[in-house]
């Protein structure tokens, strides 16, 4: 009750001990950073008496005892120096969650937040239950920070480093995404030493489970439906593995109509879970923007997009990399991936590049045994690994791990 809202250098430091703010046992424990005074008090007494409150990332830094907090960040955050210091603070601690609490919700803003690590932004005025369970949710994507032990504790071998998020679009259906997807996730589950997750997120005519003939348990919709009380653990255990190589595979809704169920905030939150004991998380789309695109987009660390070789192809991707500039998404994360780039369609692969103006990375063939191996449901990196095209598989899969170390590279 007498615990200081304030933490300003001179006063008693505010303790921030699991379990004591934000009032029942269940909450994770939140804390209110904000630089304006009046803001953080009014913050802290939204979520509860005993909420501690700090006037800048440096202090609350300087309380972390290691216990998951979620830190509600106020409108201070705006500004850009402050954004980054909780940005480094996110990256550095990973017990630390954050929320942000605006004046102004802009695309703008939600981007840098989501950018610099931040869970969620709220517009104010807020109403306590929607802060709590903002923080409640939030709270539950504090991965594990110290050692599970328990079944499969060894999978969850947590160097504190997360997977690295390749998402595999294009703006046109069948450029071959899901074959991309499929082979690549096997080659770097074939050569990574820690788990790799294949996501089916075209929710609505997701083929992942097809291609790989799988006979998934359970899918997407199982997650999103116990995401409530979902950890790592959990979500491990709803993965089907593909053999030999091991890749483990969350599938898409086996009903389109459950895909409605699924959001972009669920989605992005299955992947931050992943990427908590895998080593890659890849992710497969459909061919169209929608907020789960969007979301994944921003928490991905590599986006290959995908273009076929045909003029609609070309003109749909130069329109989706328009967009993707719109959306200011890094041209760092892009890479570029020509499917049957030696088709005799009489369009040249530099010429495509021009057209784009980007350079590709990766040129696979077009080959008969892709589509063999896909009725077989055999990604074809296994089926036929001497195929020209497996050897252009192998060649995108040495830009994340070279073939023959057990090393990841980045
Ligand atoms: N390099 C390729 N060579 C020959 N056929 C291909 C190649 N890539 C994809 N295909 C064929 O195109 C079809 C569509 O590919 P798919 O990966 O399902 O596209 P998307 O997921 O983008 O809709 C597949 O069934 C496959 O047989
Ligand atoms: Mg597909």
Not at 136 to 160: K, W
Not at 210 to 238: F, G, N, W
Not at 377 to 382: A, D, F, N, S
Request: glycine share 8%.
């Amino acid at each position: 009750m007498n615990r200081p809202f304030s933490g300003n250098p001179g006063e008693a430091q505010p303790q921030v001990d699991a379990g004591s703010g934000g009032g029942g046992a269940s909450h994770p424990t939140a804390v209110v950073i904000c630089s304006d005074a009046a803001v953080r008090t009014r913050l802290a007494m939204l979520l509860g008496a005993g909420t501690a409150a700090f006037g800048s990332v440096d202090e609350l830094a300087d309380a972390l005892d290691g216990s998951p907090i979620v830190a509600v960040l106020g409108p201070s955050f705006v500004d850009p120096i402050e954004l980054t210091a909780a940005e480094q603070l996110l990256a550095a601690r990973r017990e630390v969650a954050a929320i942000m609490v605006t004046d102004e919700l802009s695309t703008d803003l939600l981007q840098r937040a989501l950018r610099a690590g931040v869970k969620d932004v709220l517009q104010s005025p807020v109403e306590p239950h929607d802060l709590q369970a903002a923080v409640d949710r939030v709270g539950r994507t504090i991965g594990p920070v110290s050692t599970v032990s328990g079944p499969g504790s060894e999978q969850f071998d947590d160097d504190g480093e997360v997977g690295r998020v390749v998402m595999v679009f294009s703006t046109k259906g069948g450029s071959g995404k899901s074959v991309i997807a499929s082979n690549l996730a096997v080659l770097l589950a074939q050569r990574s030493e820690k788990p790799v997750v294949l996501v089916d997120a075209d929710l609505q005519f997701g083929d992942v489970a097809v291609m790989l003939k799988l006979a998934p348990q359970h899918t997407i919709v199982d997650a999103v439906s116990s995401l409530d009380r979902m950890d790592a653990t959990m979500l491990r255990e709803l993965l089907v593995e593909h053999q030999p190589e091991g890749l483990l595979v969350l599938p898409a809704p086996l009903e389109p109509a459950f895909a409605d169920q699924i959001g972009a905030a669920e989605m992005v939150r299955i992947v931050e879970t992943l990427r908590t004991f895998a080593g890659y998380v890849v992710i497969d789309t459909p061919a169209y923007f929608n907020d789960v695109v969007l979301g994944l987009i921003e928490v991905s660390d590599d986006v290959l997009l995908v273009a076929g070789m045909d003029i609609p192809n070309i003109k749909n991707v130069k329109i989706g990399l328009q967009t993707l500039r719109l959306l200011n998404t890094p041209m760092e994360k892009l890479r570029l991936i020509l499917n049957r780039a030696n088709s005799k369609v009489r369009l040249d692969s530099s010429e495509v590049e021009r057209t784009l103006g980007v350079k590709a990375d990766a040129l696979i063939p077009s080959d008969i045994v892709v589509p063999q191996a896909v009725n077989r449901g055999e990604p074809v990196v296994l089926s036929a690994p001497r195929s020209e095209v497996a050897k252009a598989f192998g060649q995108l899969a040495d830009q994340f791990i070279p073939s023959g170390s057990k090393k990841r590279w980045f």
